[in-house]
């Protein structure tokens, strides 16, 4: 018979090893030299990854200063342009100022001529020619002579707008160019017999038809006003008040 003590400890060293045999290896541990590789591997990657950060944020650093210099220009361009503004726009006031000046100035230079031209009495001149009613009367024409200084045929009143010589008027037939102006009835209603002073200019009426006198002889008829026209320039000479 088989000692059974021995066959226990059969067994048991036969268990053993089974459990030996058949028992999971360890794993293999990295050798150190592996170990130190993948250690300098990682930080070499850690510093380039710094390294692209460094530069990324001086990239950054170089736009943000650029646009706040774009930001300066910009700033300084515009106060360029609100000061280049306000200048002209003062010169603007004071050109609109001296503009109402020399306005309101010849206002008055005209009301002063209208108020002249509505009690005068005298002579109405063109450099050293005068209207002259050549001694003609009723329906005769006006004409331009040079002048005497001594009135008579020379001489003309403004009384109501009409421009009166002896018992009659001056005044054109109807207001047409090359119309001429002649000698009417104060009363005649068929004719225009007002006169307006008006910038130096004898103006019919309403009418936009001014006195003239191209040759400094001869008849004076009309034509269409224009106050820069040397021929429609006259002057009242006042011989003595109304």
């Not at 058949?22 to 293999?28: E, G, H, T, Y």
């Not at 003062?90 to 230079?109: C, F, G, P, T």
């Amino acid at each position: 018979m088989i000692d059974k003590t021995n066959l226990f400890l059969c067994l048991f060293l036969a268990t053993l090893l089974l459990i030996i045999l058949f028992m999971p290896s360890p794993r293999q541990q990295p050798k150190p030299e592996t170990t130190v590789k993948t250690a300098e591997s990682v930080a070499g990657q850690e510093l380039l990854r710094f390294q692209e950060s460094v530069k990324k944020f001086v990239k950054s650093m170089g736009d943000m200063q650029q646009r706040l210099g774009s930001l300066e220009d910009k700033i300084e361009q515009i106060q360029q342009k609100q000061e280049s503004f306000h200048v002209p726009q003062q010169k603007d006031n004071n050109i609109k100022e001296r503009q109402a000046v020399d306005s309101n100035a010849k206002l008055d230079v005209q009301h002063k001529r209208e108020v002249e031209f509505a009690h005068f009495v005298g002579e109405i001149t063109r450099d050293n020619y005068c209207l002259d009613s050549a001694e003609h009367g009723l329906h005769g024409i006006i004409e331009i002579w040079e002048c005497h200084k001594q009135g008579r045929n020379q001489e003309f009143q403004v009384e109501d707008g009409n421009i009166r010589h002896k018992a009659w008027c001056l005044a054109i037939a109807k207001p047409e160019e090359g119309e001429n102006v002649v000698l009417k009835d104060c009363n005649d209603k068929n004719s225009l017999l007002e006169w307006d002073y008006h910038d130096h200019t004898l103006k019919a009426g309403n009418t936009n038809f001014c006195m003239t006198n191209k040759s400094n002889s001869g008849a004076v008829s009309v034509v269409v006003c224009n106050a820069k026209d040397p021929t429609q320039q006259w002057q009242l000479e006042r011989s003595f008040e109304a």
